[in-house]
T-cell receptor
């Protein structure tokens, strides 16, 4: 079974703090994703990565950055946390498309980190 | 751009009732369609998927058919159980647009099933 783990289930931080959210997958997936989930808005893509040291902006990258130094690990960084970043953060991973083409593969999700910024 | 619209919830049913959660989409090209489920306190799990028109995805008694003519992927179950209480997300993956399989989600539908 694919396993995607996230470093914390619940996190409370103060405004202005630097926050690190860690995600690890054990299926040798090339693609990794960070989403945030808010009521009534579904999931929105923050950043994704299709290879080590590669990253692409998603739909809502402002206020976030990412790091992918190893294939299995994808970190989301809040440089200076703000109250509007209080949310549920979900990490996902998947295989790439065949022969380098687009991926249609299932994304597998971690359990999520509920972040509260005070 | 791509978008997914789900029926507004929450949906409350009695055990053994019939379930339909509507999902329609807007996308260029030929997207794959998914239903994900999120049980309380957990992450998202894939429930079923369909990759081309007229395909039917099914799992755990749930079904959805990819209807290109109506751009829909409605989720159905003939007899729900209390254990089906969860949030259900419809999503599309448009490989023709971005190169890396970006999922676009609907807003989610909360289902509560009473005994």
């Amino acid at each position: 079974d694919v396993k995607v783990t996230q470093s914390s289930r619940y996190l409370v931080k103060r405004t202005g703090e630097k926050v690190f959210l860690e995600c690890v997958q054990d299926m040798d997936h090339e693609n990794m994703f960070w989403y945030r989930q808010d009521p009534g808005l579904g999931l929105r893509l923050i950043y994704f990565s299709y290879d080590v040291k590669m990253k692409e902006k998603g739909d809502i990258p402002e206020g976030y950055s990412v790091s992918r130094e190893k294939k299995e690990r994808f970190s989301l960084i809040l440089e200076s946390a703000s109250t509007n970043q209080t949310s549920m953060y979900l990490c996902a991973s998947s295989f790439p498309g065949l022969a380098g083409g687009p991926s249609t593969d299932t994304q597998y999700f971690g359990p999520g980190t509920r972040l509260t910024v005070l | 751009g791509d978008s997914v619209t789900q029926m507004e919830g929450p949906v409350t049913l009695s055990e053994e009732a019939f379930l339909t959660i509507n999902c329609t989409y807007t996308a260029t090209g030929y997207p794959s369609l998914f239903w994900y489920v999120q049980y309380p306190g957990e992450g998202l799990q894939l429930l079923l998927k369909a990759t081309k028109a007229d395909d039917k995805g099914s799992n755990k008694g749930f079904e959805a058919t990819y209807r290109k003519e109506t751009t829909s992927f409605h989720l159905e179950k003939g007899s729900v159980q209390v254990s089906d209480s969860a949030v259900y997300f419809c999503a599309l993956l448009n490989a023709g647009g971005t190169s890396y399989g970006k999922l676009t989600f609907g807003q989610g539908t909360i289902l509560t099933v009473h005994p």
